[in-house]
DNA sequence: CGGCAATTCA
DNA sequence: CGTAT
DNA sequence: GCCG
């Protein structure tokens, strides 16, 4: 019965992740104020400090002032997330402890399970309400009264009593510049130099632009991807780069095409690129990608380099022998006579062996499954770690190619926290949850060697590739290997990292290049300023974005792949 | 025409 | 160098 | 294959 209430619980939250990529977070398709630059000090109260280097919009969100605290026990992570996010944005104030907070937005209902987390007394002198209360004030751009959303029966009262009040007085137009779809002004009136920042389709960095799971033109975008595909297959990794950018940039448009006039101040859509749109709009198919589907040749190399460890170096190697179906790999490989690469030919015959297996999707709530034993095993390695699901998870997919899980050690004096990745990985592997690891962090040990790059302690950045399996008693066992990637992350480097591993590629890339533009360089092990090297440390995921100087934008609109 | 992310592992 | 992230 |  545990079971089934578990599964209900997840099916909702789903739901309720679809509905948020598609309505509630999408920032274009609301009714938009016209055409007016909106964005400088012309309301009121702003303060001056707004107006200069942060192109701080003035929003004063419609919980502004509010001090919240968000309990974290009984909502998971991406739904927590949210919430924090939503709260942020609209200018809540997070407090790292309830004590500090007005109000407390809990998922808990019940007064015993409360008290295992807050204070009863303190408690009384706040509001606690449930965290509907954060999405419903949002849609109605006010703070809602607590009393409506009260979790606790018991506490109804003093949730009334204590419910706080926005200090943002008129509600606000929905900020947050929803791309004007038409072809804004270039607006030179107030020729501050920072005024065009509005992250938007236009940008030539998708980590400035809004790029949902699935786009309006998402049969478009197929088609180029299969395009992209085989350039990738003949290694023509140039000529693929052009296209994943132009369905980047397809991805954050936030309306359906229907006339090439509306692409023009799309980026990275030359002169092919605009031919093969021109050829979708009147056939509602590209014939390139067309015929590429059908050819054995691509039809080949795509199923080869879905093996583990088979790129397409190889994979045409093998096409050019004559193999072509997995069946031939599997005897190729089989006969150990084959001259050349007998040092692959494990890996991919494990690969191979599983292929099968790894290539089946694993839902959101296996996901979960696995991070909860992930942190379970954690949890009794070094109590107090912290771990975050990253990945397309993250990035709100409904289903996932593999889980990525980052974390860290208890925060706490100094790195007491070594060999965490290959203590981990032992420790699931003994409880049977790891079966293969495809990759070992090199052996970094202690003792004399010191370690080329850092400072004093020894890890830095350590990850492990691992194939797991969920145990028989899962109520989500299927028998079914996952491929599971485990990243340790120093703490001050925690956040840098989960924004690394929280992709999509294409976001990460322009990140890259977005932060080198900027003279700083970023990768998942850190922000380092390229003048000196002198490492920058973020301490939430929104200060990562804000020590690149870019706009916040959230994992569900970092989907600027595929 | 140069640049296109950056790094690690076997 | 090829492949993985 | 596109951009500065």
Wanted: charged letters at 25%.
């Amino acid at each position: 019965m545990r079971v089934k209430h578990l599964l209900g619980h997840q099916s909702l939250k789903y739901k309720n992740a679809l509905r948020a990529t598609g309505e509630v977070i999408m920032p274009f398709k609301r009714p938009r104020p016209p055409p007016v630059p909106h964005a400088t000090n012309s309301s009121s109260t702003s303060t001056l400090l707004s107006t200069n280097h942060e192109h701080k919009r003035l929003r004063r969100g419609c919980l502004h002032g509010i001090k919240a605290y968000i309990l974290s026990a009984k909502i998971d992570g991406a739904e927590y997330e949210i919430l924090i996010g939503e709260a942020e944005e609209n200018g809540a104030e997070l407090c790292k402890t309830p004590a500090e907070a007005d109000i407390i937005v809990t998922a808990i209902g019940m007064k015993k399970r409360l008290e295992r987390h807050i204070d009863w007394n303190m408690a009384k002198g706040k509001a606690v309400v449930r965290p509907d209360w954060i999405r419903d004030s949002v849609k109605k751009s006010e703070a809602l009264p607590c009393g409506d959303y009260a979790a606790i029966s018991d506490l109804l009262d003093s949730s009334i009593e204590n419910c706080p009040e926005s200090s943002s007085s008129q509600s606000q137009p929905p900020d947050q510049a929803e791309a004007s779809t038409s072809q804004h002004q270039s607006t030179k009136e107030s020729t501050l130099p920072d005024l065009v920042y509005e992250p938007r389709y236009k940008s030539r960095f998708a980590c400035e632009r809004y790029s949902p799971l699935i786009c309006p033109n998402q049969d478009l975008v197929k088609e180029l991807h299969i395009i992209k595909l085989a350039r990738e297959m003949e290694s023509e990794e140039r000529s693929a780069l052009s296209y994943s950018r132009a369905i980047s940039a397809i991805k954050a448009f936030p309306e359906k095409i229907k006339s090439m006039s509306q692409i023009s101040d799309i980026p990275y859509l030359g002169d092919k690129l605009t031919g093969m749109i021109q050829e979708f709009l009147s056939k509602s198919t590209i014939s390139q990608a067309r015929q590429l589907s059908s050819d054995t040749r691509y039809q080949t190399l795509i199923s080869f380099t879905s093996v583990y460890g088979i790129g397409p170096h190889t994979a045409r190697h093998l096409y050019d022998l004559g193999l072509r179906t997995f069946d031939d790999l599997s005897r190729y490989l089989g006969s150990d006579d084959n001259a050349e690469g007998s040092g692959g030919s494990f890996a991919w015959r494990e690969g191979l062996r599983l292929r099968d297996e790894l290539s089946v999707k694993i839902p959101r709530a296996e996901v979960e499954e696995m991070g909860r034993l992930v942190d379970n095993a954690l949890q009794d390695i070094l109590p107090g770690s912290e771990s975050t699901i990253c990945g397309g998870y993250r990035r709100g997919k409904l289903e996932s190619n593999d889980v990525d899980i980052v974390f860290t050690h208890p925060q706490g004096q100094g790195n007491k926290a070594n060999n965490m990745i290959a203590r981990l990985v032992e420790r699931m592997r003994k409880d049977g949850l790891i079966t293969h690891t495809m990759h070992a962090p090199s052996v970094r040990s202690k003792g004399s060697l010191r370690p080329p790059t850092n400072h004093d302690g020894w890890d830095t950045l350590d990850k492990s590739l691992t194939i797991f399996n969920l145990p028989k008693t899962s109520p989500y066992y299927k028998g079914i290997h996952r491929r599971l990637d485990l990243i340790y992350a120093p703490r001050e480097v925690y956040w840098t990292a989960v924004v690394g591993w929280t992709g999509s590629t294409m976001f990460e890339r322009d990140l890259r290049l977005w932060a080198k533009q900027k003279g700083l360089k970023f990768d998942s092990s850190g922000i380092t300023r390229r003048r000196d090297t002198k490492a920058l440390y973020a301490t939430s995921e929104r200060d990562v974005f804000k020590l690149l100087e870019l706009e916040w934008i959230e994992p569900r609109l970092r989907n600027a792949d595929l």
